[in-house]
């Protein structure tokens, strides 16, 4: 009797075949996704490194406006340059042309001797004022006319003037100089004795200035013992002035009301038993009635 061998039921067998069609199915799915995961992160690595490697759009406009502002201030600071090396070879061609004069120092001209000028112009007009007005006293005279636009513009300058005088007598140069330019306006000086009178005056203001008479040592309490010492020593300094000044001139009477300027007015206050009081400021040691009331 010949025996046979089975390998089980025989049904396994198809379902057998089946499972292992789908492992296989399975597989090769699981390969094309892995595959094309692999793909899409290479592709994904290489547009990361690209966007590392390239400047965002803000970095960009940032960098531009920096150089835009760089370049900006470098064509400022050239400009600037060649600004101030066209002034320098100005005043260089302007200087050139001064004459030289050995033995001679050239002045400027500037705001302290136009100050002076002014005075000058203002002390005359109210010289001739005064003048005028002792002149309508007496029988027959015309009254005496309202300032002048241009005298009124003299006298204004010169009010503002003043308050400045008291800082300009601090230095004796500078109140020499606007001294000399105010006798000048009124004594009709020459450059010579112009000359001669700011150099007096600068030695015997900073002698006055050592004394503490000067107007910036003014008390501001109780100045009138001050006052009296200062004016007794601008009284005494224009006699020693007065031989370098044309003789006999019509307004030296004028000359220690000038000197006095850099002082500025004085307030004086008057109590008069009708009740009537009255404030007045002057500017001292004019004569009387030329400049005593602003």
Same mark, same amino acid.
């Given at each position: ?129 005064? #003048?005028?007005?002792? =002149? @309508?006293?007496?029988?027959? *005279?015309?009254?005496?006319? &309202?300032? %002048?636009?241009?005298?009124? !513009? +003299? ?20 109140? #020499?100089?606007?001294? =000399? @330019?105010?006798?000048?306006? *009124?004594?009709?000086?020459? &450059?010579? %004795?112009?000359?001669?009178? !700011? +150099? ?95």
């Amino acid at each position: 009797m010949k025996s046979t061998r089975t390998l089980g039921p025989l049904w396994l067998w198809p379902v057998t075949l089946i499972i292992v069609g789908w492992l296989a199915r399975a597989g090769w799915h699981l390969r094309s996704e892995n595959e094309t995961l692999r793909t899409e992160a290479a592709a994904a690595g290489k547009v990361h490194a690209s966007t590392e490697a390239r400047p965002t759009p803000e970095l960009i406009n940032g960098q531009q406006e920096g150089t835009v502002r760089a370049e900006a201030l470098r064509d400022e600071t050239r400009r600037e340059i060649a600004s101030r090396e066209a002034a320098e070879a100005k005043i260089a061609e302007i200087e050139s042309r001064l004459p030289t004069r050995d033995g001679e120092v050239v002045s400027s001209f500037g705001r302290i001797e136009e100050m002076g000028q002014r005075a000058g112009k203002a002390v005359m007009t109210f010289a001739r004022q005064a #003048a005028a007005q002792t =002149a @309508a006293q007496k029988p027959g *005279v015309e009254p005496v006319t &309202d300032l %002048t636009k241009d005298e009124q !513009t +003299a006298f204004a300058a010169f009010l503002c003037h003043l308050g400045e005088l008291r800082a300009v007598e601090n230095d004796p140069r500078e109140i #020499a100089r606007f001294q =000399a @330019a105010t006798l000048r306006e *009124v004594l009709g000086l020459d &450059d010579a %004795t112009s000359g001669r009178v !700011t +150099a007096f005056l600068e030695a015997e203001f900073a002698r006055l200035k050592a004394q503490q008479l000067t107007a910036n040592f003014r008390p501001e309490n109780e100045p009138g013992d001050w006052y009296c010492r200062r004016d007794a020593a601008i009284t005494e300094l224009a006699a020693r002035l007065r031989p370098l000044l044309p003789a006999n001139h019509s307004q030296l009477p004028l000359l220690p009301g000038i000197l006095s300027l850099g002082g500025g007015p004085r307030t004086e206050v008057k109590l008069n038993p009708s009740g009537i009081d009255s404030v007045t400021m002057k500017l001292p040691l004019f004569p009387t009635g030329i400049l005593m009331a602003l």
